[in-house]
């Protein structure tokens, strides 16, 4: 059967997804500077012999087309661009790249679905279409390497019915995934502001207009926002991450600059907390005599898996490793690029689990920690390639 092929040669290749892994994630690259890494994944397509082409920059398009006659389409996506972080994990294959680390897993992403090449390569004459894998640079940052790949034509000539990603995740054991229908991950927006008072003695403050008191007081008003003025039922985040004063002990400054994130799970309540948002912020600074610029770099989308898709791959999930392992994500605040894909076509993104407890690999994403279990490989290439061929057989 398909299955147990599929599984034998994951088995046979783990060693080189580990081996793949550890040299990425030695060697990570910052969003759109992945000129190393597409060489590397260029370089392990042409030892398969799997045709390939470069896109938007640093992206690579690999196309494996099986040898039965069939026009079906379906893609695959992985990412992989690093992050700029210092790593702190002691280990032989630690970043070689001061300040720049894999802690968000996109090295196993890619290795993973290197290794998922492989295996459609090897099983071309058991299955009928067309596979596009799609190594995407740039999700970590706006626009988003996902934006460019699609205005670049990545969904066309030819043309996915579906595409399907997965990412990992520290939160469940190695050996499990995760899928939700319908809503999974949030938008994303960035926000800066700028207050502006006038500056002065700190002993002196009947005499200024103190930003840091009005930014305090936007900080803390901006909360309605999610506590008074949304939906209790649908999911909103605002955080503030960032607040320069740039004053002294007994120096009041003439301004305060602050950096956030918004993050909905609605597209219609998002535009209406912009709006809000701005309104309160500057309302408060105008009636404390100060003034303020509130400016929105609108981000990534509501990430929205087709209901249909994702049941194919709960099924497809279930009869690869069992029922106990294919477990239901939650709603995800975190927000991915990958949700400009489910914009354009039938799109899943579901969760790989890369925890273990008992090996303490447990610490969140985007840590200078991060780590994965390596025995999540042993799931990932080989599902992937199943889904694959599954949802290629099945699909109408």
């Known amino acids: 059967m398909i299955k147990?092929?599929?599984?034998?040669?994951?088995t046979d290749i783990f060693d080189t997804v580990v081996?793949?892994?550890?040299?990425?994630?030695?060697?990570?690259?910052?969003?759109?500077k992945e000129y190393k890494t597409a060489a590397f994944i260029q370089s392990k397509l042409n030892e398969i012999g799997i045709q390939w082409k470069t896109m938007s920059g640093t992206g690579v398009v690999a196309t494996i087309k099986g040898n039965l006659d069939s026009e079906k389409v379906i893609a695959l996506r992985a990412d992989i661009d690093a992050l700029p972080i210092r790593e702190m994990n002691e280990v032989s294959y630690k970043s070689t790249c001061e300040g720049?680390?894999?802690?968000?897993?996109?090295?196993?992403?890619?290795?993973?679905?290197?290794?998922t090449a492989f295996i459609l390569d090897s099983l071309k004459d058991e299955f009928g279409g067309t596979v596009k894998i799609i190594f995407q640079p740039a999700e970590e940052i706006l626009p988003g390497g996902a934006s460019l790949m699609?205005?670049?034509?990545?969904?066309?000539?030819?043309?996915?019915?579906?595409?399907?990603?997965?990412?990992v995740?520290?939160?469940?054991?190695?050996?499990?995934?995760?899928?939700?229908p319908g809503k999974f991950m949030a938008s994303m927006d960035e926000l800066f502001v700028t207050v502006k008072g006038k500056g002065g003695h700190g002993a002196q403050p009947h005499q200024n207009i103190d930003p840091v008191v009005i930014t305090a007081q936007i900080i803390t008003s901006l909360q309605q926002v999610v506590s008074r003025i949304s939906n209790p039922f649908s999911?909103?985040?605002?955080?503030?991450g960032k607040v320069i004063a740039n004053g002294a002990i007994n120096i009041i400054p003439d301004e305060v600059y602050m950096e956030g994130t918004f993050r909905a799970m609605d597209e219609q309540w998002r535009d209406q907390a912009h709006e809000r948002m701005i309104k309160i912020a500057t309302g408060?600074?105008?009636?404390?005599?100060?003034?303020?610029?509130?400016?929105?770099?609108?981000?990534?989308?509501?990430?929205?898996?087709?209901?249909?898709?994702?049941?194919?791959?709960?099924?497809?999930?279930?009869?690869?490793?069992g029922n106990q392992n294919v477990l239901e994500a939650e709603k995800w605040m975190a927000a991915e690029d990958f949700a400009y894909y489910t914009q354009k076509t039938d799109a899943c993104f579901f969760v790989l689990g890369v925890g273990n407890k008992q090996k303490n690999i447990s610490a969140p994403l985007h840590s200078p920690n991060f780590s994965i279990d390596e025995q999540a490989f042993n799931v990932s290439t080989g599902l992937m390639a199943y889904i694959a061929l599954q949802q290629l057989k099945n699909q109408v």
Request: aromatic residues 8%; proline residues 6%; charged residues 20%.
């Open 150 to 167: 699609i205005k670049d034509g990545v969904l066309e000539n030819p043309a996915p019915s579906c595409i399907i990603g997965q990412h």
């Open 19 to 32: 081996a793949n892994r550890r040299y990425l994630h030695a060697n990570p690259e910052l969003s759109f």
């Open 284 to 321: 408060i600074a105008e009636s404390m005599g100060g003034s303020c610029e509130f400016k929105i770099s609108k981000g990534y989308p509501v990430l929205v898996n087709n209901p249909r898709l994702a049941e194919n791959i709960k099924v497809f999930a279930e009869d690869y490793l």
């Open 100 to 115: 720049v680390m894999h802690a968000c897993g996109h090295d196993a992403h890619t290795a993973s679905m290197l290794g």
């Open 169 to 180: 995740s520290p939160f469940i054991e190695a050996g499990t995934i995760a899928v939700r």
């Open 4 to 10: 147990e092929r599929i599984q034998k040669i994951s």
């Open 235 to 240: 999911p909103t985040v605002l955080s503030f």
